[in-house]
Nanobody, 121 residues
Framework: QVQLVESGGGLVQPGGSLRLSCTAS????????ISWYRRAPGKERELVAS????????IYTGSMKGRFTISRDNARNMAFLQMNSLQPEDTAMYYC??????????????WGQGTQVTVSS
């Protein structure tokens, strides 16, 4: 059974930092692209960052560029999202996603339950 478990969320003041972790089990972790998504109240889910299987490439979207850093440790089946200079607009539920694309087509796709990040003074 595949599980993705996020941790590290919480309440932080504007300008503060948090480090989210995603711990995976039940899958061959180093074959999956790992992404972090977030969903703010009343908004659509959005991609925050992605990292390829060996960590050789990363992408970031929107205002997360330059403030957030995605990384992974394949030996521990873990991925991380370091978030700096947090602002109230970063308040959201953050989700870890693992995705593998198959050469013959199709993909396997798994989600964690999410961890809440609240940025407020």
């Amino acid at each position: 059974q595949v599980q993705l478990v996020e941790s590290g969320g919480g309440l932080v003041q504007p300008g503060g930092s948090l480090r989210l972790s995603c711990t995976a089990s039940g899958l061959t972790f180093n074959k999956y692209t790992i992404s972090w998504y977030r969903r703010a109240p009343g908004k659509e889910r959005e991609l925050v960052a992605s990292i390829t299987t060996a960590g050789e490439s990363t992408i970031y979207t929107g205002s997360m560029k330059g403030r957030f850093t995605i990384s992974r440790d394949n030996a521990r089946n873990m991925a991380f999202l370091q978030m700096n200079s947090l602002q109230p607009e970063d308040t959201a539920m953050y989700y870890c996603n693992a995705q593998q694309f198959f050469p013959q087509g199709g993909a396997s796709d798994y989600w964690g339950q999410g961890t809440q990040v609240t940025v407020s003074s």
